[in-house]
């Protein structure tokens, strides 16, 4: 069987199968890439863990982050792609009213 035929065939029953398939067959850019390496990065900092040293049963869709923990990821990555400080605040103000309301 061919690569990415066993990809195709793998993502109707993985999550995981089907993102690697996007980002392979292109539907899912570099700069998709990147944003999703970056939160992920974000998120391990923010939770004390290193994903790549998990055990292989860990589910990370049962972890679960907090309000203020998610806030404070989402502040980190919109100063880091924020071109002004005006628009970095409003954009903080906004992830304020709506993780805290």
Do not use: C, W
């Not at 972890?63 to 409003?90: C, H, L, P, W």
């Amino acid at each position: 069987m061919d690569f990415l035929a066993s990809i195709e065939y793998h993502r109707q029953n993985s999550v995981e199968a089907d993102l690697f398939h996007r980002f392979m067959t292109q539907h899912y850019s570099e700069q998709d890439l990147t944003f999703f390496l970056f939160e992920r990065s974000l998120a391990e900092r923010e939770l004390s863990l290193k994903l790549s040293h998990m055990p292989n049963n860990f589910d990370i869709r049962k972890q679960m982050i907090g309000a203020q923990r998610m806030q404070k990821i989402a502040k980190v990555y919109f100063q880091n792609i924020s071109q002004t400080d005006e628009q970095e605040s409003k954009v903080i103000d906004n992830l304020t009213s709506h993780f805290m309301s």
